[in-house]
């Protein structure tokens, strides 16, 4: 197995994951919080989204993010710079309820640009530093933080989604043996 067929193969499993965690939420659970200053599922699932299309499009290629080319912040009516860094406990509460079914949309044309990206690159490519101003981000050091924060969110949500349903209500990936 490459490198990049183990990075492809992880995030096929991410995405798996996700999805079946979010796959049923209500626009109200989307946006449930537990406390005033926790992110709500809706909010981490977009801003999961947004980070790996500023990651990919933006930083390591330097072209335009999908989020922008595609029209995706008008279809939202949300910024086009946000992805939801730096956000305060009053804009994640504000935040709206997405269309669920057009935010996976979303996600999957920003999964395709990354995957093409991610088949493209070389065992040398991994090296590269696209930003001058951030030498210390390769491009294998954005695909790894990638993959440690997609799983972080993606349990984050599942756990939300169980904590707010009751632990019966997890999909049987999460289901505990025995």
């Given at each position: 197995?490459?490198?990049?067929?183990?990075?492809?193969?992880?995030?096929?499993?991410?995405?798996?994951?996700l999805?079946?965690?979010?796959?049923?939420?209500s626009?109200?659970?989307?946006?449930?919080?537990?406390?005033?200053?926790?992110?709500?599922?809706?909010?981490?699932?977009?801003?999961?989204?947004?980070?790996?299309d500023?990651?990919?499009?933006?930083?390591?290629?330097?072209?335009?993010?999908?989020?922008?080319?595609d029209?995706?912040?008008?279809?939202?009516?949300?910024?086009?710079?946000?992805?939801?860094?730096?956000?305060?406990?009053?804009?994640?509460?504000?935040?709206?309820?997405?269309?669920?079914?057009?935010?996976?949309?979303?996600?999957?044309?920003?999964?395709?640009?990354?995957?093409?990206?991610?088949?493209?690159?070389?065992?040398?490519?991994?090296?590269?530093?696209?930003?001058?101003?951030?030498?210390?981000?390769?491009?294998?050091?954005?695909?790894?933080?990638?993959?440690?924060?997609?799983?972080?969110?993606?349990?984050?949500?599942?756990?939300?989604?169980?904590l707010?349903?009751?632990?019966?209500?997890l999909?049987?990936?999460?289901?505990?043996?025995?």
């Amino acid at each position: 197995m490459t490198l990049n067929e183990f990075i492809e193969s992880s995030l096929q499993m991410e995405q798996n994951l996700l999805v079946e965690a979010v796959e049923d939420l209500s626009a109200e659970e989307l946006t449930w919080q537990p406390g005033p200053d926790t992110n709500p599922m809706g909010w981490m699932l977009w801003h999961t989204i947004r980070v790996e299309d500023m990651w990919i499009q933006f930083f390591i290629q330097g072209q335009t993010e999908i989020w922008e080319r595609d029209g995706w912040h008008e279809k939202f009516g949300l910024p086009t710079r946000d992805n939801g860094f730096g956000h305060t406990p009053e804009q994640v509460a504000s935040f709206p309820a997405l269309d669920l079914p057009e935010l996976l949309r979303y996600g999957q044309a920003v999964r395709a640009g990354t995957l093409e990206h991610l088949r493209g690159l070389t065992a040398e490519d991994f090296d590269h530093v696209p930003r001058e101003r951030r030498p210390n981000l390769s491009v294998g050091s954005v695909y790894r933080q990638l993959l440690g924060e997609f799983f972080q969110h993606q349990g984050q949500i599942a756990y939300l989604k169980g904590l707010k349903r009751g632990a019966g209500a997890l999909p049987p990936t999460y289901a505990t043996p025995g």
